[in-house]
């Protein structure tokens, strides 16, 4: 499977890996622009080896992907919150912590729709590669 044969995918599988580069895009700035550039690599390496797997249609990675979004939204909520309140008060950083949660929701939905399911098990060619016994 060529990776950039994705106008040839499903509308869910397209609009689930377009969805998560928009979500890492935006977490990404996000952090490093209100939260510490110290913390930007260490979410930017994750985030670069999520993307590339789900890019490669490995069903693992989209279920790695689901718990990602899922610690992704709770970070960004949390935040979001810290950002409402007292000196730490930014609402421009409270916007764009609730873009990403709302982005990383939507990727959720996405990778969880039936056939986006359904593509990932069918293309998924890591199960295929042969054993070592």
């Known amino acids: 499977m060529n990776l950039f044969d994705i ?8 609009v689930a890996i377009y969805s998560l580069l928009l979500a890492w895009v935006a977490f990404l700035w ?10 930007f690599n260490r979410f930017a390496i994750g985030g670069i080896l999520i993307i590339f797997f789900v890019l490669r249609l ?3 990675a989209r279920m790695l992907c689901l718990c990602a979004n899922a610690m992704a939204v709770l970070y960004c909520s ?10 730490a008060r930014n609402p421009a950083a409270v916007f764009f912590s609730a873009l990403c ?8 939905y996405f990778l969880m729709a039936k056939p986006t399911r359904e593509f ?11 054993s070592s016994t």
């Open 7 to 14: 106008q040839t995918y499903p509308a869910s599988v397209r």
């Open 30 to 39: 996000s952090v490093h622009q209100y939260y510490g550039p110290e913390f």
């Open 58 to 60: 490995r069903n693992w």
């Open 78 to 87: 949390l935040f979001g919150y810290v950002f409402t309140m007292g000196e």
């Open 101 to 108: 949660v709302l982005l990383f929701l939507i990727n959720s």
């Open 120 to 130: 990932f098990k069918l293309h998924d060619t890591s199960k295929d590669a042969p």
